[in-house]
């Protein structure tokens, strides 16, 4: 760990109890944010979180950052103020960080609309595009996308009273990649698929990178998939739940640790099943803007079985296909696509992968992330996207409040010189 820090984890007794020891605290520890962890460290931390002293394990952290940074303006003694305030608040730091470069949010920041109506010739075209795309097309997209799904429910209700066994499992398949393929037409969709079908086979998995939902319905236009997605509200939970289950589709509520364990076991059983439909997994577990990919979870390369990368590259010269799930809803990112001239997009099917011979898993998603990256143009980052739903202040108020009192304290020192001597010799 590049940290000044140092844990170190060890059995103290029979109930598993953890002693800790820091050591080098001081300033390294007060800004955590600029700090460069490897994949390993994180994994730790992950596995650390997960076990059962993980509260004894978070209260000991806590501590130690209010105590490295106590012990730290206890050493400097009464100086300079402005040195003090600049070299002791560590929200200065990560804010003054986050605006020189915050690598993070760029992962998930959507592309702006480049204007071109800024003169007297090219304001008359625009007007007229605008028009067209919002007056003409939209209409009809929205027209045909109901009628397909019309068409897709009532032959869903009707395979399921006359078909049965297999049969009914191929015309539910078809059912389903006819619905997709309604969805990419409603778009205007042209996209190229580069690479060999998928087909059913025992024994392996098929990941790719993740920018919306819609990414579900592109491959799926392509070939039937059986995806591990996040439950959500509404129309679209009733489509999975009611639709898609048939499949093989798994959902889960990413905040339920239960829910992923439950997942992670059926995942495996559908894996190695012969006839079950392909699964596809995006290990991101979240919407990337498709500039970047961010750190693959190893779920998908635990399961001993081969993997099948698919790179999937959006072109923004009509519309951004990022969803951003923290701006607008599924469905009013449905009708951007739709009001948009057309969704361009490439798919690449890469070559099976497995496992070498003294690979981790960890390894093994980091090769198969630089896969994908290098073939869709993207920049990897050092990144776990769960962290775009990480509120520190949400999650740990204590630490931010204790963190303020040594601020405030050091302060104090100089707006009452005795008072922090006072409070020194404490």
């Known amino acids: 760990m590049s940290a000044s820090v140092r844990f170190q984890e060890r059995q103290a007794d029979g109930n598993g109890a953890l002693q800790r020891t820091t050591s080098g605290l001081g300033y390294g520890l007060r800004s955590l944010k600029n700090k460069t962890f490897s994949r390993g460290d994180l994994t730790t931390f992950e596995e650390l979180h997960k076990g059962p002293n993980s509260a004894e394990m978070q209260r000991a952290i806590d501590e130690a950052v209010v105590t490295a940074e106590r012990e730290a303006c206890a050493a400097l003694g009464a100086g300079n103020v402005v040195r003090d305030v600049l070299d002791i608040a560590s929200p200065l730091n990560d804010a003054a960080a986050a605006i020189v470069d915050d690598s993070f949010l760029r992962c998930f920041k959507s592309c702006l609309d480049d204007p071109w109506n800024w003169n007297a010739y090219l304001f008359p075209m625009w007007v007229l595009g605008v028009a067209v795309r919002n007056l003409l097309l939209f209409p009809l997209r929205l027209i045909m996308l109901l009628l397909g799904a019309l068409i897709f429910i009532a032959g869903y209700a009707l395979v399921g009273l006359v078909l049965k066994g297999q049969r009914l499992k191929r015309a539910e398949r078809w059912l389903v990649q006819f619905?997709?393929?309604?969805?990419?037409?409603?778009?205007?969709?042209?996209?190229?698929?580069?690479?060999?079908?998928?087909?059913?086979?025992?024994?392996?998995?098929?990941?790719?990178?993740?920018?919306?939902?819609?990414?579900?319905?592109?491959?799926?236009?392509?070939?039937?998939?059986?995806?591990?997605?996040?439950?959500?509200?509404?129309?679209?939970?009733?489509?999975?739940?009611?639709?898609?289950?048939?499949?093989?589709?798994?959902?889960?509520?990413?905040?339920?640790?239960?829910?992923?364990?439950?997942?992670?076991?059926?995942?495996?059983?559908?894996?190695?099943?012969?006839?079950?439909?392909?699964?596809?997994?995006?290990?991101?577990?979240?919407?990337?803007?498709?500039?970047?990919?961010?750190?693959?979870k190893r779920g998908a390369f635990d399961l001993d079985a081969t993997v099948c990368p698919i790179a999937i590259k959006y072109n923004k010269i009509f519309v951004d296909a990022f969803w951003n799930s923290k701006c607008q809803s599924f469905s009013a990112h449905l009708v951007k696509l739709m009001r948009s001239w057309a969704l361009v997009c490439d798919v690449y099917f890469l070559e099976p992968q497995t496992r070498r011979t003294g690979e981790t898993s960890q390894q093994f998603a980091e090769r198969v992330q630089r896969m994908i990256a290098d073939k869709a143009r993207l920049r990897v980052a050092p990144w776990d996207g769960y962290l775009k739903y990480y509120n520190l202040g949400e999650k740990h108020p204590d630490l931010i409040e204790k963190q303020r009192r040594v601020f405030s304290d050091a302060i104090k020192q100089h707006a009452d010189p005795a008072s922090g001597g006072e409070r020194r010799r404490g």
Request: glycine fraction near 6%; include cysteine.
């Open 179 to 296: 619905l997709c393929q309604m969805f990419v037409v409603s778009w205007t969709g042209v996209i190229k698929y580069h690479g060999p079908r998928p087909v059913p086979q025992a024994g392996r998995v098929w990941v790719a990178n993740h920018s919306s939902m819609i990414d579900f319905a592109v491959l799926g236009a392509y070939s039937p998939f059986a995806a591990i997605m996040q439950l959500h509200p509404g129309w679209v939970g009733v489509l999975q739940k009611r639709y898609l289950s048939s499949l093989g589709c798994l959902w889960f509520n990413r905040t339920q640790a239960q829910d992923r364990t439950l997942v992670a076991r059926r995942m495996k059983e559908h894996v190695h099943s012969a006839d079950s439909t392909p699964l596809l997994i995006f290990p991101e577990g979240t919407c990337v803007n498709n500039e970047y990919c961010v750190m693959f």
